[in-house]
């Protein structure tokens, strides 16, 4: 069965740390990783992008893919009161023809002033 | 610019109603379309994709269904709703073809059936 894995937490953190994200998934052949932040009540909106092997760097946010662990993982810099949200990893995995978007069931993030 | 369309944002629905959630794509073409729901506290649960009109996979047996009359329209309805198909529905749209590219999502349908 394909699957995406992610801790549901809550993970904590103090304001200023770094938070780290982790999801693993099932499907060696999976492409495209991706991560998605989501407030409550509202829909999920893209964090980042990440498609080979290694760090991949926006601003306060990087992404990392081990595909031989079948791993992918986002850290936060200075995580701030307004990255308190749900964290969602997705992978696009094979399915008939297609690579059908996957998601876990999310990690949520408190950061605490 | 493209942008996608889903209503309506709430919905509050007897047991054994029917439903119908309509979402509609503009600025593109040929779009990849899904429907997602995502229960309280859970993850995004993928229902039914459609790569081209009339084209429909179903990824959950359950009591709903999913039709694409347009190439830019997609519609989920349920004949009877069951109070299991409480959640946020979430319509989304992606290029055709381009397997890495991310998902655009609609503001979402929170349905609550009573």
Same mark, same amino acid.
């Given at each position: 069965?394909?699957?995406?894995? %992610?801790? $549901? #937490?809550?993970?904590?953190?103090?304001?200023?740390? !770094?938070? +780290?994200?982790?999801?693993?998934?099932?499907? @060696?052949?999976?492409?495209?990783?991706?991560?998605?932040? %989501?407030? $409550? #009540?509202?829909?999920?909106?893209?964090?980042?992008? !990440?498609? +080979?092997?290694?760090?991949?760097?926006?601003? @306060?946010?990087?992404?990392?893919?081990?595909?031989?662990? %079948?791993?992918?993982?986002?850290?936060?810099?200075?995580?701030?009161?307004?990255? +308190?949200?749900?964290?969602?990893?997705?992978? @696009?995995?094979?399915?008939?023809?297609?690579?059908?978007?996957?998601?876990?069931?999310?990690?949520?993030?408190?950061?605490?002033? | 610019?493209?942008?996608?369309?889903?209503?309506?944002?709430?919905?509050?629905?007897?047991?054994?109603?029917?439903?119908?959630?309509?979402?509609?794509?503009?600025?593109?073409?040929?779009?990849?379309?899904?429907?997602?729901?995502?229960?309280?506290?859970?993850?995004?649960?993928?229902?039914?994709?459609?790569?081209?009109?009339?084209?429909?996979?179903?990824?959950?047996?359950?009591?709903?269904?999913?039709?694409?009359?347009?190439?830019?329209?997609?519609?989920?309805?349920?004949?009877?709703?069951?109070?299991?198909?409480?959640?946020?529905?979430?319509?989304?749209?992606?290029?055709?073809?381009?397997?890495?590219?991310?998902?655009?999502?609609?503001?979402?349908?929170?349905?609550?059936?009573?």
């Amino acid at each position: 069965q394909k699957e995406v894995e %992610q801790n $549901s #937490g809550p993970l904590s953190v103090p304001e200023g740390a !770094i938070a +780290s994200l982790n999801c693993t998934y099932s499907d @060696r052949v999976s492409q495209s990783f991706f991560w998605y932040r %989501q407030y $409550s #009540g509202k829909s999920p909106e893209l964090i980042m992008s !990440i498609y +080979s092997n290694g760090d991949k760097e926006d601003g @306060r946010f990087t992404a990392q893919l081990n595909k031989a662990s %079948q791993y992918v993982s986002l850290l936060i810099r200075d995580s701030q009161p307004s990255d +308190s949200a749900t964290y969602l990893c997705a992978v @696009r995995v094979p399915s008939g023809g297609s690579y059908i978007p996957t998601f876990g069931r999310g990690t949520s993030l408190i950061v605490h002033p | 610019s493209q942008t996608i369309h889903q209503w309506p944002a709430t919905l509050v629905q007897p047991v054994g109603s029917p439903l119908s959630l309509e979402c509609t794509v503009e600025g593109t073409s040929n779009p990849n379309l899904y429907w997602y729901r995502q229960a309280a506290g859970r993850g995004l649960q993928l229902l039914f994709y459609s790569v081209g009109i009339g084209q429909i996979s179903s990824e959950v047996p359950q009591n709903l269904s999913a039709s694409r009359p347009q190439d830019r329209q997609f519609i989920l309805s349920s004949k009877k709703l069951l109070l299991s198909d409480s959640g946020f529905y979430l319509c989304a749209w992606s290029p055709r073809q381009a397997f890495n590219e991310k998902l655009f999502f609609g503001s979402g349908t929170q349905l609550s059936v009573l």
